[in-house]
Each structure stands twice: as C-alpha cells, then as structure tokens.
C-alpha cells in the first residue's frame, strides 16, 4: 500500500529520474508516487549480462550494434506512494486501494505534481516511507518546484515550512534535505 | 538413487585414454582423407566421375563439389542486413495424460543490423490434440508420435521464418537463419503414410517457394554446429580408401585443418540417397551445402541449391561469421530464437499439471496407470 515496484521497457530512450512522480490512472482512484530507485538487468537471472562492445565505444552504440539487449534486459522502478486523486479531489495521502496489478505507469503532468505535492503535505506519506531517503525526498521537491514554474519559491518555501514541522525531532535529517534542496 | 559417480569417476580416465588412442589413429586417416581432397582438386571433374561412378544409386551417402572442392573462402565484407533466426521446440503426446496433446513452441529472432527494421524476440505457441497430428491418414497412427511432432515442428519453424523474413527482405538484404537441417528429413519416413505426410510435404514446398521468390536479397542457411555428417569423407574414400583400422572421419576432421577461422569450404551438393528421396520429394528444392569454421567448431551450412548465387552465399557467410562472433561462437540470431523456443522441464510439468486440472475440471479422470502413479507419488 505504501509503495509499489513496477517494469519499465524503456530505460534507455525515456529514463525516470530519482524522485520523479509517476501515477498510476487505473483502479479506484489516480496513484501517485516518487521513485525511490530502479533496478536493471537480464530479464532470466539465468543469463549474465556479459560486457559486450570496443574499448571506448559507448552504450548507445553498444545498443544499437546489439538490437536484442534492449529486449532482454527490464528495469523495475519502486516508488513510494504520496498521494491520489479520487473524484477529481487531490489527497496527498495514501490511497484507499493499492494501484492495480499490470496496470501502466506514467510520468504524472505538472499539474497534477503540483496539485499532489499541495503546498508540501506529500511530504508526509513520503517521509514516512522508509524507502524515500534523503535524496529521494530532496530530489521529488526539486521536481515539483520545477513543475510549480512561477510558483516555484512559494512552493520552495511552504515545503520548507513542511519539512520543519515533520522532521522538528530530527534537525540533522532537515538539515541534510534542506542542503539536498539547493540549486 | 541417482548416477553413482563414484564408479563411474573410476571408469572416466580409462575412457579418455581410450579417446585419446583414437584421436592419435585418426590424425593419419585425416592426412589421407585430406591427400585425396588435393588428389581432387587437382582435377576436378575427373574425380568427380569417379566417385559418382562408385557411389552413384548405393545407399552411401556422399558430397560432390561445385568447383574445387579444396577451395577456401574468406570472410566478405557485410553490408547491412537483418538476421532472423527460428527455433522450435515441443512437448510429445504422452500416452500416460489424460488427454493426449501436443504443444509447440515457435521462436524467433530479428536483429536488424542498419537496416530500418523494428526488433523482435518472441515465441508462439500452439496446441493441438494427438489426433490433429495425425489427421486425414490412418497409416499415420502407425508413426511415432514423437515423429509427428517434430514433423509439424519442423514445418512451423519453417513457416513462421517465411512471415518473418518475406518483410524483412522488402526493407533491406535480409538472412534467414535455421537450426539443424534444411530439410524436413521426417518427410521421407516409411512409418507414415504418403496420404499423412502430402500436408506437411506441401507447406514445406510452399513457405520454400515464398522464400525463393523473394530471390538476391534473401539469403537463406540452416546452421548445424559441430556436424557429424561424413558425405565429404564419404567421396574422399573412394579416391584414397582409408584403411579398415581407421578411426571413422567426419567431414569436420578433414575441413578443420584447411579452413582457417571465418573461412569456408567450397558449396557441395549431398548426393545422399536419403536425402535424394526428401528432394525427390520436394521437387526443385535440392540442397547445397558448405562447412564453416568459426574457432575451433567446423559448422555444416546447408541452403537450398537456388540460394546459392554469389551474392547470398556471401551474405550468408559473413553474417554467420559476424552472428557467431557476437554470441561465442554461435549465430545469435538463433541463440535469442532458442531461448525464446525452449520449454523447460518446469515448462513441461506446468503444461502437464495444467491439462490435467483442466481436464479434471471437465471431469475427465482417466485412471492413473501404475508406472504413473509410482513414479508421481515416490513414496518409500
């Protein structure tokens, strides 16, 4: 219920990034999550990937000299869940329902980062995931700030404020975010 | 109790020394066998009538050359292309199910290679019952079943490279890539009636008249590694007998000291009774074959006679020489279409247990036989 790992087919050409908000449009309601990592390798662990390719060549062009890889290998992305929307109603809060089996994951729009991420209070599913560390956290509020345009400060801020009050126990952690935040 | 390898540990090195007697024996007879193919060579078409004259209509099977059969090629250069390699693989009807049915999987490569042509790995299966194998013939039932499907399996793989590589060869010079023989050697049985084995016989001949029609930029090979075939051998004896002591030759000794790696032989055509008949059989489509060394291994190629022009032939050379430098010595292509191909011994018992639930559900209970039902419970 709080995270959920899924495959993704296109590591290579459309690579997720640490903390981005995917969401899961399928089930009760709208899914919302950060990633929290990603994981690659041969889809049979029976098969080792093996280095393949010349000195100096790169993976893109290791990949295209070698079309099956890309068809071999799978990522499986896990990502905390922050929040849902149900009946057009954004709750950063997590869902009533997990998010369906086999159900395609998507990068969310800034919009809906922005609505989710509500002023910092995805903050508090996503703190309380271990899974999202440090990193994770300051990572997934550079994303929605981005998203957030010109209301990029305000936002910055009022997560801030957010963070203060979650982690006011823990000032070395708020510390080591606050400084992950920065530019 | 499994294999006791503590006796059979104390056997092996009595074996390999044995082994290494043979091998020891079978350097001369190479030398000799590799004498005669100079003694051919050096007039060809003299030798040939020779060994047509003592071999011609005996049940031997042997190999006559195109041109010199001493000739080795090197490796051509390779353009762009798209490999498709197919493999198949199959569960048997088996006689102790509940309801006896057959499975085949169908898999495929294709790696295009600067050519714009999307990849694919993938399999397809299917599912019939014993007696769809066996269809339109009462003398069928009298085959094996085992033989029936690797027959349909045969035939599948065959067709299925057609789907794959008539595309293919619209978008760019395109190589399809076979494991084991290119003929159907099932279709020639004495176990099976002409009426059973006429369907299987006219698809081949149609997906190998596809094939065809798509003429130069279609090359088209079916890979056998480490071959044992010996037709070569077999025309060499007659120029120079070996003596009777000698170790049998396969046509691998005699290549792997003359090609160098990514070299291949001369093309030959097999003049193999058995073979004639499967030809007889699929008229137009005779075969013709080169060996290829790729390392250490002397790989058999077969392609059908009309696929031989030069410029397929060369195609087909490099890319199996390229294939194989990518996968350790084995064409990747048909590696990636093996992996997608194989059922597992899982795969096997999954299948099973599913038929029977199934089958169950249906209400369809045959009664466990004995050796069956021992051999499920194990019980001590």
Sequence with gaps: ?183 | MTLRMDTVAAELPALIARHEETRAAAGEAIEGARNALREWSDDPVAASARIEQALGGQAVPYALAEDDPAATCPTPSLGPVTVIGVDGSSITPNRFSTVRCYAINIGHALLPYGVPVEPSLDAVAEVGLDGDLLEGSAGMRQAPRGLATRLLRDVRELECGVELAVPAAEAGPAVLLLDGTLLPWDLHTRQASDEALAPYRNRTIEALDRIRACGEPLSMGAYISASAAREVVAALDVLAPSPPSAPPLTDGDVFRGLLQPGERSAIFHSRSSRRGSVESLLPGHEVALFYLRVGDDIARVELPAWAATPTQVDRLHATLVDQCERCEGYPRALQEAHEQAVISASDREQFERLLDRLAGDAGIRAPLNGKQQSKRRRSI
């Excluded at chain 1, 690659?40 to 662990?45: I, L």
């Excluded at chain 1, 890889?69 to 954004?90: F, K, P, Q, S, Y």
């Excluded at chain 1, 936002?155 to 975010?177: C, D, H, M, W, Y």
């Design chain 1, 1 to 183: 219920m709080r995270a959920f790992e899924c495959a993704y087919s296109r590591y290579t050409s459309e690579p997720f990034a640490l903390g981005q908000m995917l969401v899961v449009r399928e089930g009760r309601c709208d899914t919302f999550g950060v990633v929290t990592g990603s994981e690659s390798g041969p889809d049979d662990p029976s098969r080792p990937l093996v280095p393949r390719g010349d000195p100096g060549q790169s993976a893109a062009a290791v990949m295209a000299d070698n079309p099956e890889i890309e068809m071999l290998l799978r990522t499986t992305l896990t990502v905390a869940i922050c929040g849902h929307i149900d009946r057009e109603v954004a709750r950063p809060a997590l869902p009533p329902m997990p998010p369906p089996l086999l159900a395609e994951v998507q990068a969310a729009t800034d919009e809906e980062k922005v609505r989710i991420a509500d002023e910092g209070r995805f903050l508090v599913p996503l703190l309380a995931n271990p899974a999202a560390d440090d990193a994770v956290v300051a990572a997934a509020i550079r994303e929605v700030a981005r998203a957030a345009g010109p209301g990029e400060r305000p936002f910055l801020v009022a997560a801030g404020k957010e963070l203060a009050r979650l982690l006011k126990a823990e000032p070395s952690r708020l510390t080591s975010i606050l400084r992950a935040v920065e530019p």
